[in-house]
């Protein structure tokens, strides 16, 4: 904190977290820590911790108090959960608890799992911010089967009328790249060849994961990267069969000689 003087430090040190739609409370409430030292830095004892351990269980209960309350600190905890096994940006888990306090205030959740429609609100901050993440990636780190967060995301889509942007897919170029290690060459005329597929209109209706990948593949052919199919259908998470489909009508239209 240089160049503040002792009462802007002393304001700043009182100040906590800034307030976050992904807390249940949203961060305003103040909550009683885990304390094992007094302020003299001693062990206190047994009986002191119980008695802290039962304020805090009560001061949990009190700020809990309805149905929308439980909701949302069940949900939260699930976000923050679920977000950290996909390391999501503090971006896509604001965008996620919006949606989901959106969707439980317009009665959209009820009679629904928890679980399924909080997976199914991340996947659509991702689709929002335009952050590369596929559906199976959310589905494989969640206890809800992928059927059934994509019938939860096509309800939010409709009951809260959220439009999400089209997934291009020179956007998941470098998510696959990274993860085959192939380098920034391979990687720009992978965006290059995308960019001549948009414009013939061949990508039209088409997996953004599989066209990503299968350009990728063509890029590796043409720089002379050494890259199987299976490597960077496993890296996208496609099929070998997606890549050979769509390996065939690139080359078909863009580049016989590819």
């Not at 009683?32 to 062990?43: F, K």
């Not at 940006?89 to 439980?104: C, G, H, N």
């Not at 206890?143 to 939860?152: Q, T």
């Not at 192939?182 to 597929?197: F, N, Y």
Request: proline share 2%.
């Amino acid at each position: 904190m240089e160049g503040l003087n002792q009462t802007e430090r002393d304001k700043r040190a009182r100040v906590g977290m800034p307030p976050s739609l992904s807390i249940y409370d949203k961060g305003l409430s103040t909550m009683i820590g885990p304390i094992y030292r007094d302020a003299y830095g001693r062990n206190i004892s047994q009986e002191k911790k119980f008695q802290l351990f039962r304020l805090r269980r009560w001061q949990r209960m009190s700020t809990v108090k309805g149905s929308e309350d439980r909701n949302l600190s069940l949900a939260m905890g699930e976000l923050l959960m679920l977000t950290d096994r996909l390391h999501a940006s503090r971006a896509v888990k604001e965008q996620a608890a919006f949606i989901y306090r959106r969707a439980l205030k317009e009665g959209v959740i009820r009679g629904r799992s928890i679980a399924a429609v909080m997976a199914a609100s991340i996947y659509i901050a991702y689709r929002v911010t335009r952050t590369p993440m596929t559906l199976s990636e959310i589905a494989s780190n969640s206890s809800i089967d992928k059927k059934e967060i994509a019938r939860c995301y096509r309800l939010l889509l409709k009951e809260l009328n959220i439009k999400v942007p089209i997934q291009k897919a020179q956007f998941s170029v470098s998510k696959v790249a990274s993860k085959v290690e192939l380098g920034e060459e391979t990687q720009r005329k992978a965006v290059e060849i995308l960019g001549e597929a948009d414009r013939l209109k061949i990508t039209v209706g088409k997996d953004h994961m599989g066209l990503a990948a299968s350009a990728l593949y063509i890029a590796c052919v043409m720089n002379g990267e050494k890259r199987t199919q299976k490597d960077i259908a496993e890296a996208a998470g496609v099929t070998e069969v997606t890549i050979r489909n769509r390996y065939k009508e690139m080359r078909k239209a863009l580049n016989p000689d590819m």
